[in-house]
């Protein structure tokens, strides 16, 4: 196996992880970013972002001269035969994929085209994208140089991202070029991964489907907790019973506040968009996101039932613990967190919230809430204590103090993720979600 010359344009999540991974892999790598300031921390092994690993697989691959960074992309093409486009895809008001940064460095590929090229589409992008990059690139390319385009999504989960990228359940490789998919399969070879070859289309279209099959998955477990708390069954024995069936599985069926992310909430609007332009209505993927909104809006409204309000929360103190949008993230993005404290200080509530490593990224994001600075202080005369992410660290805080800090003592577990029947026992009035 060769090592081969590739470049990485985006050092944002899937960007670099997978600049560091395919490094480690023995690779050559440069990742290109415009934002030099970002360049320069990386390239001193200064990772922006909190996710397990990464950081040692960065400063691995700097130090064997694996890995570089540049602010310039124009010479970090020109050098790479293999160029991966892993830039942000934001919604844009409709729900639909914002194309501008893919544009946008499809062009900056064609003027520094000198050869061929392998262009790899990371980014999760709508369908028919690998024919409008190759549209843009034959267009605006000076002089004719052969390339192809290849969608190759990325299936990374943030928290496990290194791991993700390393043994994946599968690699998805979309082209129609016999030449592009040796290059990949001579890229992929060194992991043994299932690499599964088909058409860019459908390739792209894995990715949304995935994505809003596994958020189907989480919905759908989220209306049953609510249907549990009714009848009086517990979800956690509900999901038990159904993941021992192979055929549904264990794994997304955890009831809870519901989900956020970088792409569970975007990838369905922009899937649901795809699908209202060709005119087809999914009801389906509708009802998912609004079982996702409403589950929101449920937590907040327990707090209101347990804090004993009336039509608003003034003068009560409700603490939270996390605000990521899942533990071991520093993520805030669409985090459930962030859509409850928000809906309590609409309230009038006094919110009080920790989070062990997203407190700087919620800031940006949340006005009017008290950040604290451990789990203790923001349960500090609260009428409620919800724990809103699943850290570890929550599980094993001094449960007798926090109760005596206290104003009543009340916890609302929107993760199932206490250990109910201890805190009863402390005295403390617990509630989780479907159970
Ligand atoms: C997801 C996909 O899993 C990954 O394959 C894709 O590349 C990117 O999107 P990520 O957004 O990092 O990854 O988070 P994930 O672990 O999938 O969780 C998404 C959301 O669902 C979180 O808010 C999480 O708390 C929630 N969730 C997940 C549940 O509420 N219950 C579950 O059982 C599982």
Same mark, same amino acid.
């Given at each position: 196996?060769?090592?081969?010359?590739?470049?990485?344009?985006?050092?944002?999540?899937?960007?670099?992880?997978?600049?560091?991974?395919?490094?480690?892999?023995?690779?050559?790598?440069?990742?290109?970013?415009?934002?030099?300031?970002?360049?320069?921390?990386?390239?001193?092994?200064?990772?922006?972002?909190?996710?397990?690993?990464?950081?040692?697989?960065?400063?691995?691959?700097?130090?064997?001269?694996?890995?570089?960074?540049?602010?310039?992309? &124009?010479?970090?093409?020109?050098?790479?035969?293999?160029?991966?486009?892993?830039?942000?895809?934001?919604?844009?008001?409709?729900?639909?994929?914002?194309?501008?940064?893919?544009?946008?460095?499809?062009?900056?590929?064609?003027?520094?085209?000198?050869?061929?090229?392998?262009?790899?589409?990371?980014?999760?992008?709508?369908?028919?994208?690998?024919?409008?990059?190759?549209?843009?690139?034959?267009?605006?390319?000076?002089?004719?140089?052969?390339?192809?385009?290849?969608? &190759?999504?990325?299936?990374?989960?943030?928290?496990?991202?290194?791991?993700?990228?390393? &043994?994946?359940?599968?690699?998805?490789?979309?082209?129609?070029?016999?030449?592009?998919?040796?290059?990949?399969?001579?890229?992929?070879?060194?992991?043994?991964?299932?690499?599964?070859?088909?058409?860019?289309?459908?390739?792209?279209?894995?990715?949304?489907?995935? &994505?809003?099959?596994?958020?189907?998955?989480?919905?759908?477990?989220?209306?049953?907790?609510?249907?549990?708390?009714?009848?009086?069954?517990?979800?956690?024995?509900?999901?038990?019973?159904?993941?021992?069936?192979?055929?549904?599985?264990?794994?997304?069926?955890?009831?809870?506040?519901?989900?956020?992310?970088?792409?569970?909430?975007?990838?369905?609007?922009?899937?649901?968009?795809?699908?209202?332009?060709?005119?087809?209505?999914?009801?389906?993927?509708?009802?998912?996101?609004?079982?996702?909104?409403?589950?929101?809006?449920?937590?907040?409204?327990?707090?209101?039932?347990?804090?004993?309000a009336g039509d608003d929360l003034a003068g009560k103190v409700i603490g939270l613990l996390?605000?990521?949008?899942?533990?071991?993230?520093?993520?805030?993005?669409?985090?459930?967190?962030?859509?409850?404290?928000?809906?309590?200080?609409?309230?009038?509530?006094?919110v009080l919230v920790f989070d062990p490593e997203a407190m700087e990224r919620a800031r940006?994001?949340l006005e009017g809430a008290s950040f604290m600075a451990d789990a203790y202080d923001a349960?500090?005369?609260?009428?409620?204590?919800?724990?809103?992410?699943?850290?570890?660290?929550?599980?094993?805080?001094?449960?007798?103090?926090?109760?005596?800090?206290?104003?009543?003592?009340?916890?609302?577990?929107?993760?199932?993720?206490?250990?109910?029947?201890?805190?009863?026992?402390?005295?403390?009035?617990?509630?989780?979600?479907?159970?």
């Amino acid at each position: 196996m060769g090592s081969l010359d590739c470049c990485v344009i985006g050092t944002g999540y899937v960007g670099l992880v997978t600049g560091a991974c395919l490094a480690d892999l023995g690779h050559s790598v440069v990742c290109a970013d415009r934002d030099e300031a970002k360049v320069a921390g990386l390239a001193t092994g200064e990772v922006p972002i909190y996710e397990a690993g990464l950081e040692t697989v960065v400063r691995r691959n700097l130090e064997a001269g694996r890995l570089r960074f540049t602010s310039d992309i &124009n010479e970090a093409v020109g050098e790479s035969e293999l160029v991966f486009i892993t830039v942000d895809t934001p919604s844009d008001a409709e729900g639909r994929a914002d194309l501008t940064n893919v544009d946008e460095v499809a062009r900056e590929i064609a003027a520094a085209i000198n050869g061929y090229k392998v262009i790899i589409n990371k980014s999760t992008v709508p369908v028919g994208t690998t024919k409008r990059v190759q549209r843009i690139i034959e267009e605006a390319m000076p002089e004719y140089h052969e390339f192809d385009v290849v969608s &190759n999504p990325e299936f990374l989960r943030e928290g496990t991202a290194v791991a993700d990228f390393k &043994n994946p359940s599968r690699v998805v490789v979309g082209s129609d070029s016999q030449k592009a998919i040796d290059r990949m399969l001579e890229l992929y070879e060194p992991m043994s991964a299932r690499v599964m070859i088909t058409d860019p289309v459908s390739a792209e279209m894995v990715k949304y489907a995935s &994505n809003a099959f596994l958020a189907t998955k989480v919905s759908y477990i989220n209306a049953i907790a609510n249907l549990c708390e009714v009848v009086g069954a517990d979800v956690i024995e509900v999901a038990r019973g159904m993941g021992h069936d192979e055929r549904i599985g264990r794994q997304f069926l955890m009831a809870g506040p519901g989900f956020g992310g970088s792409c569970f909430p975007k990838d369905c609007r922009a899937l649901l968009h795809i699908a209202r332009e060709h005119d087809y209505s999914f009801d389906l993927l509708e009802g998912v996101l609004q079982v996702n909104t409403e589950q929101h809006e449920r937590m907040v409204d327990k707090i209101r039932r347990l804090a004993g309000a009336g039509d608003d929360l003034a003068g009560k103190v409700i603490g939270l613990l996390g605000l990521a949008f899942k533990a071991n993230t520093d993520d805030t993005r669409e985090s459930p967190a962030v859509y409850v404290a928000r809906g309590l200080i609409q309230d009038g509530a006094t919110v009080l919230v920790f989070d062990p490593e997203a407190m700087e990224r919620a800031r940006e994001e949340l006005e009017g809430a008290s950040f604290m600075a451990d789990a203790y202080d923001a349960a500090q005369g609260a009428d409620v204590l919800v724990l809103l992410t699943e850290w570890d660290e929550f599980k094993w805080l001094d449960y007798g103090r926090v109760m005596e800090l206290m104003r009543c003592p009340v916890i609302l577990d929107t993760r199932n993720w206490l250990d109910a029947k201890a805190l009863r026992k402390l005295g403390f009035t617990y509630e989780g979600v479907g159970r």
